[in-house]
């Protein structure tokens, strides 16, 4: 697994457009309890749900390859000459 030039700004971008989807979509937020890890599982587990997204295999789910899943897909959301990814 290749890491990004700007991954954790990549992941946070990725969190911030995953969590405006949700709330599209009818989900209530996130509470100010909720750790990051919570809400990047359950952002990924609705992209992947909603098919947006490809599902890590089984034994490659934990918490560091779903950052680097979102922040993949935010990658290939933005355009081409957008900051974060020069």
């Not at 937020?29 to 990047?40: E, L, M, Q, R």
């Not at 992209?47 to 935010?74: F, R, S, T």
């Amino acid at each position: 697994m290749a890491k990004l030039k700007n991954e954790p700004q990549l992941l946070k971008k990725a969190i911030e457009v995953a969590e405006n989807y949700a709330k599209n979509r009818g989900y209530s937020g996130f509470s100010s309890t909720d750790s990051a890890k919570d809400k990047t599982e359950c952002l990924y587990r609705l992209l992947v749900n909603d098919q947006l997204i490809q599902p890590l295999a089984l034994d490659q789910e934990n918490g560091v390859n779903m950052k680097h899943k979102l922040a993949l897909w935010i990658a290939r959301q933005l355009p081409k000459d957008h900051p974060l990814l020069k």
